[in-house]
């Protein structure tokens, strides 16, 4: 293929010298409906730098929609959020709207990475012509440096051999890796992830979940819907439950799973364990 790895002498970087400082995710007092639906209702999070994260609850409970209004790529009704205290899209304070201009809610959208269910990798691009289409479009990197910097991410996770293969080449899980390779390519502060292996056959579940959790200890502020528990045990500093738009319980995976405070918790948790 054309993007075989040179012969650079520089010594591959771990996923942990990603890091950037800071990473802070401040949720306050967010909600948000669609027409008469109440989606998220007065939620309010405070995550800090480089914690890990994890969202449980029932569909349909609204952890999709927070993930998406973290990632600006849903506009709040009432309350904000903010990323190292600086506000990622609006405010809306009762009557009064604070606004950013779109080309700073850009600027400020590639400090949040977010990995898809579905992957949504571009079908007509290979694996490192999808890891380098952000950063050449959006840090305006030289597409030598791209290409060396994706050749990295993607050896980082597993697939040194796949560069210049097809998403359709590609099991769920190589793609779902790719797309990993891909949010971190723009060096985001905080990465989400909306059940990122739930489209995956079971045996494939395993290689998404170990790249995470060596994100994990990264230092990037990590924020997981996930079903699974055992997962979450291990990999997750805080657990979030929500249930109809609202948060009903936070506390260390130790505690919540073993002893919910939130009788709901507890009947959410008797049926998926
Ligand atoms: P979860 O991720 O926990 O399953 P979601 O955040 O996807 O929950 O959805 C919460 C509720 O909001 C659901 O009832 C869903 O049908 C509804 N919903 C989500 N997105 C939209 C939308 N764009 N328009 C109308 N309703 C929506
Ligand atoms: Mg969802």
């Known amino acids: 293929g054309s993007y075989q790895a040179g012969s650079s002498a520089v010594a591959a970087p771990s996923l942990a010298s990603l890091q950037r400082s800071g990473g802070e995710i401040r949720i306050s007092n967010v909600s948000k409906s669609f027409g008469p639906l109440k989606v998220l209702d007065d939620?309010?999070?405070?995550?800090?730098?480089?914690s890990v994260t994890a969202i449980i609850g029932q569909s349909g409970s609204g952890k999709s929609t927070l993930l998406r209004s973290i990632n600006h790529l849903e506009r709040v009704d009432e309350g904000f959020i903010a990323i190292d205290g600086e506000?990622?899209?609006?405010?809306?304070?009762?009557?009064?709207?604070?606004?950013l201009k779109e080309r700073e809610i850009?600027?400020?959208?590639?400090?949040?990475g977010m990995v898809f269910q579905s992957f949504n990798l571009f079908p007509h691009l290979t694996a490192i012509e999808n890891v380098i289409e952000a950063p050449l479009s959006v840090r305006g990197v030289s597409r030598e440096q791209a290409l060396a910097e994706a050749r990295e991410l993607?050896?980082?996770?597993?697939?040194?051999?796949k560069v210049d293969a097809y998403p359709r080449q590609l099991s769920g899980g190589?793609?779902?890796?790719?797309?990993?390779?891909?949010?971190?390519?723009?060096?985001p502060k905080v990465l989400l992830?909306?059940?990122?292996?739930?489209?995956?056959?079971?045996?494939?579940?395993?290689?998404?979940?170990?790249?995470?959790?060596?994100?994990?200890?990264?230092?990037?502020?990590l924020v997981i819907?996930?079903?699974?528990?055992?997962f979450a045990r291990?990999?997750?500093?805080?657990?979030?439950?929500?249930?109809?738009?609202?948060?009903?319980?936070?506390?260390?995976?130790?505690?919540?799973f073993a002893e919910p405070d939130h009788p709901r918790t507890r009947e959410f948790l008797a049926k998926v364990l």
């Open 87 to 99: 506000l990622i899209g609006y405010r809306q304070d009762g009557d009064t709207l604070y606004e």
């Open 225 to 230: 819907v996930t079903h699974e528990i055992g």
């Open 154 to 161: 993607l050896a980082r996770v597993g697939l040194a051999d």
């Open 106 to 112: 850009l600027k400020r959208r590639v400090d949040v």
């Open 43 to 50: 939620v309010s999070l405070v995550l800090r730098p480089g």
């Open 234 to 256: 291990e990999v997750a500093d805080e657990v979030v439950f929500m249930e109809a738009g609202r948060i009903l319980e936070v506390g260390p995976p130790a505690r919540v």
């Open 193 to 221: 992830f909306d059940e990122p292996t739930s489209a995956l056959d079971p045996e494939l579940v395993n290689e998404v979940l170990d790249v995470i959790k060596e994100l994990a200890r990264s230092g990037t502020t």
């Open 174 to 187: 190589q793609q779902q890796r790719v797309a990993i390779a891909r949010a971190l390519a723009l060096k």
